[in-house]
């Protein structure tokens, strides 16, 4: 199973809007409504953000959502701010009944 | 409040075993599916294994099939990764993560353990 396909890196200014892609397959983000999004923070545990391609965890600012059209999902982040700088990762279901990451995004605010 | 605490990490030799657990609090875990991930040092993650909330299923990823096994014990409330033949490209932080009721992203995730597989 190939890994997902992210940019290695974006970034924006305070108060911008930037978008996090992640590029799969027909027998992966494509074909299931399951793609999740982490923020991970060095050193540290990854936090879920988005999942089910859209819906936000409890206590997750709606300044995150996600979507996804075809084979590509994207992580849309509104408003940024100095604490959004991190790594993000999309993950999705296959259709082998197991899970692949994006190489991840490292999102640094300007 | 949920949470995963991990343990068993340390320096093995190539060709040696390890197990890791993850210890489950503050959620009843006989209800959820459990995941393992992992994270090369300066590298991103990687799915390892899941188990189905009763351990009826597991599914790995093709870099360890064969070598590694995922269990659970319910009446511990505790996760556990039997990790064998151990590989240098083996070592990472190992992470486990509770699995979204009714689909397949990870909320919460344990602190880690580092696994460093060197001669």
């Known amino acids: 199973q190939s890994a997902l396909t992210q940019p290695a890196s974006v970034s924006g200014s305070p108060g911008q809007s930037i978008t996090i892609s992640c590029t799969g397959t027909?027998?992966?983000?494509?074909?299931?409504?399951?793609v999740s999004w982490y923020q991970q923070y060095p050193g540290k545990a990854p936090k879920l953000m988005i999942y089910d391609v859209s819906n936000r965890p409890s206590g997750v600012s709606n300044r995150f959502s996600g979507s996804k059209s075809g084979n590509t999902a994207s992580l849309t982040i509104t408003g940024l701010q100095a604490e959004d700088e991190a790594d993000y990762y999309c993950?999705?279901?296959?259709?082998?009944?197991?899970?692949?990451f994006g190489g991840g995004t490292k999102l640094t605010v300007l | 409040q949920v949470q995963l605490v991990v343990s068993g990490g340390g320096v093995v030799q190539p060709g040696r075993s390890l197990r890791l657990s993850c210890a489950a609090s503050g959620f009843t875990f006989s209800t959820y599916g459990m995941h393992w991930v992992r994270q090369a040092p300066g590298k991103g993650l990687e799915w390892v294994a899941v188990?189905?909330?009763?351990?009826?299923?597991?599914y790995y990823a093709d870099s360890v099939k064969g070598r590694f096994t995922i269990s659970r014990d319910n009446s511990k409330n505790t996760l556990y990764l039997e990790m064998n033949s151990l590989r240098v490209e083996d070592t990472a932080v190992y992470y486990c993560?509770?699995?979204?009721?009714?689909?397949?992203?990870?909320?919460?995730w344990g602190q880690g353990t580092l696994v460093t597989v060197s001669s």
């Open positions: 993950s999705s279901y296959t259709s082998s009944s197991t899970v692949v």
């Open positions: 027909s027998s992966d983000v494509g074909g299931y409504n399951y």
């Open positions: 188990i189905w909330f009763d351990g009826t299923n597991k």
């Open positions: 993560g509770r699995a979204v009721q009714q689909s397949w992203g990870f909320d919460p």
